[in-house]
């Protein structure tokens, strides 16, 4: 399937199952198939696998392992927090909700159904960097607000939020503070306490983790509905026979990724760079969000007179895997509206293109990737009577 | 997502270009929206001698323009009237339910450019070919969202 | 870890991974994890694991593949079909929902909290059979009689609803049909046409699928709300990167199953009637539910004067996994709802032991439960203060 | 889910049976719950010379009394009043927090036989040893559900 040629830029899409945690899932997927939740032994060693990753989960991100909840992923995690605090706090009469313009639709459409039950939205602006202002936040809070939800770094320019910032501002208006981290975790350093955070979404697979579960992180003591109802799994939190594999695959994943992640970083922001400086050598080019607070796998780059299927298309003829907009709307004719809320216009929107490292990932492909892009870029401009007019107007000037 | 015809056509689109001194010029859809398709004709004794096209576009965009401009070079300005949206995506052996606007704005490139003929003939195209759509705007191309 | 002496009978809490299922999973746990929304052929390839699933779902049940979709279990579904529906129905001025006495939680539970939000809620008697009676139905419905939820078959006793029957009377009356079917699927013929199922909720792990995927079933036409909103994935009724490994897994586990139903089903039901047929020569024991209209691997007993989790524990140390109650509440105190449901007391209730076997069970499993049984009940009857009160007043008459 | 203790005592129950001419005999729990305990005790010269049980219940309710019997006999009265379920869940290295009423239930059982064994002997055990649980109720027991 993938030959020498092929190469994988869309991490932030998902990500490879790491062959070594998919070795601690093989028992579970084979002989340990046992209930967590039964009573006998057999059961009992799935229970203490389901645990020990709880603890896990909990040490790479400062909390504690009763705080951890397991979920279906990042999508179902994010539904969660925002529907369960809501919920819980409209009983106490606050029913606003500050959050940004720009987050993953999990966040952006929970509270749009939220608003259509009478909540109150205030989606603050993330300006052309790509980052919130904190006096914009502190501005935006009212006696009634009842959850500030920010991303913590965003899945398609890999922007990094002022998390310890929000977090302490929330805390202070004694705010429940809820963060997308699903781009974060296993890239970016995170102590919910020293950080404020409240309530923290992940999913495993986008750090070499399973596919379908996630976690959520719930401070104890925050008051919450339920979700998913049912058995009492999950402290009776969270419904379902506990996915015992995708579970011990998540635990795995993220100690992983957490001991991994400095040197990660420092690989995977040298390609990162070189991309973006290479790409910008390309007349009409340019570079989305805030170049310093950003992932260091994530690369954003749009280019005039260009449409962004087309691009990718063209790139996967050159087994070159990317994205353009965010994975789950890729195939939407909408341009993507973290890029219009960065304050692009919808013709420069439509040019975009991410690509996202992981480990798996060379310097090499970043060479790959400088050379294969330029000739693409003419070829589309040349068909495109969008870069006709581009140049027309230039000329003109 | 895509038939192996639509593949084809996208990476190695047919006509496409520019023909300078065109009889035609017809141009639809919008920067906003993403799809822009220009379409040349060079019109002989009522025959389309020539077509070409730009498109900026996706991938569907670009296949149902290089298809259209077969489907209509060689053929006489009428035969090229009844090219249809259908029969373009047919042609290609079907498109994603939401990509079947690529195939309306390839119909309406090529009317537009018929159209331009028509004008520059001193003809009001409007009875002969009704209300060519002007894409001003994303809604009046009828792609839906 | 299994000995040779280990036997597995506690298949309604989950099942063992079939090697044949894991081995059409493993390419997508290793290179083919691409992202099945991504545009890119390596998506696209996922892409088409995924509708080859959904196609093999849907022909298990007799629907057309728009109709199923994936979900993280059966919890998952449970919730979504019936919150989904009733949100959808409320605006239509319709409030009312009718469902069974036992349940399974994930259906109890979100009607407990529909029933806080100001639906109106009937529970219909299931008798001492285990059955829910027609007349009982048709009695119950009324004209803001928004939805109708009956599970297919029960998850501790096995007995199987006349479905088709409620379904019919749910068209005529124009009520939204759902039934849970976590616990039929794979084991009874399903036809969501024939039998007027609306919705219909299943679970992977319980017929040797993997755990943490499931499906549910909604007919073309019916208005329902999302329940985890996000990206475009289900055809924007369920957000989250898909599962392509665990939604491939319940593909293939639902084809096997359905194609060695009827083989099945008469090799499980020689067991099980074995089974009831010898614990009931121990004295004071009973057979919980409808003898004939029964799961095929179901066996739910009751012994007085014995409490289930002991008699479960000396099980475990002669290698039976069993169960005793459901196993996702066996760790409570409270004796099953569903054997009080059917009109047990509660000192009897705490006496029940579940058996549920699947194709790797024998005959030879049955021979060493009837064995290992008798000594064991005898053994906690000899400690039991209870057991002694039964044979003092058995004395006195 | 259970420690090693809790399993030992389970399947090898101490001082498992009844005391024919048994000094002083309480009951706890009911069977509606789930749970019934019966202590057994000979009393010699204030000392608990034997101590047998019988337990209606789960792995921990039969654990719990096993070690409570060990825990009382060869010991004084007054030692015995002093028995704390505390002291029982450390003997077993513990139990799940759910299954802690039945350390409770072993505590009672014990002092209901105390209690019998003083009323035999005609004396009033309120004084002694507070209200002895009669446990009629699940609620009276304390334990959470
Ligand atoms: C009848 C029934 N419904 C729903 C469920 C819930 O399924 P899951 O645990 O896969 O979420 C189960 C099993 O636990 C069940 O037996
Ligand atoms: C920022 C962010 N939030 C939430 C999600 C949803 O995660 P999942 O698809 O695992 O449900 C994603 C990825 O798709 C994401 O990038």
Redesign the pocket.
């Known amino acids: 399937m993938q030959n020498s040629n092929f190469i994988y830029a869309d991490n932030?899409?998902t990500t490879k199952l790491s062959p070594q945690v998919l070795d601690k899932m093989m028992p579970y997927l084979t002989e340990e198939y046992g209930n967590a939740s039964s009573l006998y032994d057999f059961g009992q060693q799935a229970r203490t696998a389901v645990e020990n990753a709880r603890e896990q989960v909990s040490a790479a991100i400062g909390a504690t392992a009763r705080e951890i909840y397991f979920t279906?992923?990042?999508?179902?995690?994010?539904n969660w927090a925002i529907q369960g605090v809501a919920r819980a706090m409209k009983k106490k009469g606050k029913n606003h909700i500050i959050s940004s313009a720009f987050?993953?639709h999990?966040?952006l459409h929970t509270l749009d159904s939220l608003k259509a039950e009478g909540f109150e939205i205030t989606l603050l602006p993330v300006h052309e960097n790509g980052l919130v202002r904190i006096q914009e936040l502190k501005a935006a809070i009212r006696p009634e607000t009842a959850l500030v939800t920010i991303?913590f770094?965003?899945?398609e320019i890999g922007t990094i939020q002022p998390i310890g910032e929000i977090g302490a501002i929330c805390k202070e208006n004694k705010i429940i503070f809820h963060t997308?981290a699903?781009?974060a975790v296993g890239n970016v350093a995170i102590d919910v306490n020293a950080m404020n955070i409240d309530l923290l979404?992940m999913?495993a697979?986008?750090f070499h983790g399973p596919?379908g579960v996630?976690a959520l992180y719930i401070r104890k003591g925050i008051s919450f509905r339920n979700l998913i109802d049912g058995g009492s799994q999950e402290r009776g939190r969270r419904a379902g026979t506990e996915n015992t594999p995708g579970i011990v695959g998540l635990g795995e994943a993220i100690t992983i990724a957490v001991s991994t992640m400095d040197k990660r970083a420092k690989k995977l922001s040298a390609i990162r760079d070189k991309i973006m400086d290479g790409a910008l050598k390309i007349e009409r080019s340019r570079v989305n969000g805030d170049r310093n607070s950003r992932l260091p796998g994530n690369v954003s780059l749009c280019f005039e007179g260009v449409e962004g299927e087309s691009l990718l298309l063209m790139l996967d003829l050159k087994g070159i895997c990317a994205s353009s907009g965010?994975?789950?709307t890729s195939g939407s004719l909408d341009p993507s509206h973290v890029l219009l809320a960065i304050g692009l216009i919808h013709e420069i929107a439509h040019g975009s293109l991410r690509l996202t490292f992981s480990d798996e990932n060379t310097m090499e492909d970043a060479d790959k990737i400088l050379e294969a892009l330029p000739p693409i870029i003419d070829r589309l401009r040349l068909m495109s009577p969008l870069w006709e007019k581009i140049k027309r107007k230039e000329g003109k000037k | 997502m895509y038939t192996e015809q639509v593949m084809e056509h996208f990476t190695n689109p047919r006509n496409m270009g520019e023909i300078p001194d065109a009889d035609g010029i017809g141009e639809v859809g919008n920067a906003k929206c993403g799809d822009i398709m220009k379409m040349y004709l060079k019109i002989e004794n009522g025959i389309i001698v020539d077509c070409k096209f730009k498109t900026y576009g996706c991938a569907s965009a670009i296949a149902t323009s290089s298809i259209a401009t077969e489907m209509v070079k060689g053929h006489s300005i009428e035969e090229a009237m009844t090219l249809s949206n259908k029969a373009v995506v047919e042609a290609l052996g079907g498109l994603p339910a939401h990509k079947i606007h690529c195939s309306v704005l390839a119909e309406q490139a090529i009317k537009a450019a018929l159209a331009d003929y028509y004008k520059k003939q001193g003809i009001d195209p409007e009875p002969i070919l009704g209300v060519t759509c002007e894409c001003e705007s994303c809604e009046s191309c009828g792609k839906h969202h």
Not at chain 1, 72 to 78: N, P
Request: glycine residues 10%; proline residues 0%.
């Open positions: 932030a899409a279906s992923g990042g999508s179902e995690a994010d987050e993953h999990a966040v991303m770094a965003n899945n997308d699903v781009q979404s999913s697979h986008k596919k996630g965010s994975a789950c």
